[in-house]
């Protein structure tokens, strides 16, 4: 097997760093788009992983963060904690995790984190003196049970479902040939 050379992995990161960043831009000046660019980053950030690029996606995910970061300080912290590790996380673990009870003990900590990352974001984007975004009170109300048994049932049908994301970004970008 032919060895890959650095300039493309640099060439296929920053591709992958333009597109996270400038999604994760656009959700932060259009609220109906935040989640959509978060998505979307994590998308961009799998196309590395797809070459076996671990260290391409983290400067891919460091680049799109900090390129993001002035237009919309408080919004990217969903992405920083999160979304833009969850892909490289999922490669690890795909990578070297083999034995089923490994694989539920990582679920369950995946979970866990997700948990948290998004009662984190709750707390910085409802925050009047950070980002300022508010929910209908009937929401808020029940915000921890929304976040911590809602969350935990629609992460194990989202991790499932970025894992075969990840293996079609695979075959599509297996055709490139270096």
Same mark, same amino acid.
């Given at each position: 097997?032919?060895? @890959? ?11 992958? %760093?333009?597109?996270? %960043? ?12 935040? !989640?959509?660019?978060?998505?979307? %980053? ?20 460091? %680049? !799109? ?43 369950? !900590? ?66 490139? @040939?270096?």
């Amino acid at each position: 097997m032919k060895k @890959r050379s650095k300039s493309f992995e640099i060439a296929l990161s920053a591709i992958a %760093a333009a597109f996270a %960043a400038g999604f994760l831009m656009l959700g932060t000046l259009n609220p109906f788009l935040l !989640a959509t660019g978060y998505l979307v %980053a994590t998308f961009a950030l799998m196309v590395p992983l797809s070459k076996d690029f671990v260290w391409g996606s983290v400067l891919a995910y460091l %680049a !799109a963060g900090l390129i993001a970061l002035p237009l919309g300080l408080w919004k990217i912290i969903p992405y920083a904690v999160f979304f833009g590790l969850h892909p490289i996380v999922n490669y690890l673990q795909k990578k070297y995790v083999k034995r089923t009870p490994l694989k539920v003990l990582c679920l369950i !900590a995946k979970a866990i984190w997700f948990d948290f990352a998004m009662w984190l974001s709750f707390y910085v984007l409802t925050s009047t003196s950070m980002a300022g975004m508010e929910f209908p009170p009937e929401i808020a109300q029940f915000i921890y049970y929304i976040i911590f048994l809602g969350g935990t049932v629609f992460f194990v049908v989202y991790d499932v479902m970025i894992f075969f994301c990840q293996r079609s970004a695979d075959l599509a970008i297996r055709r490139i @040939r270096r």
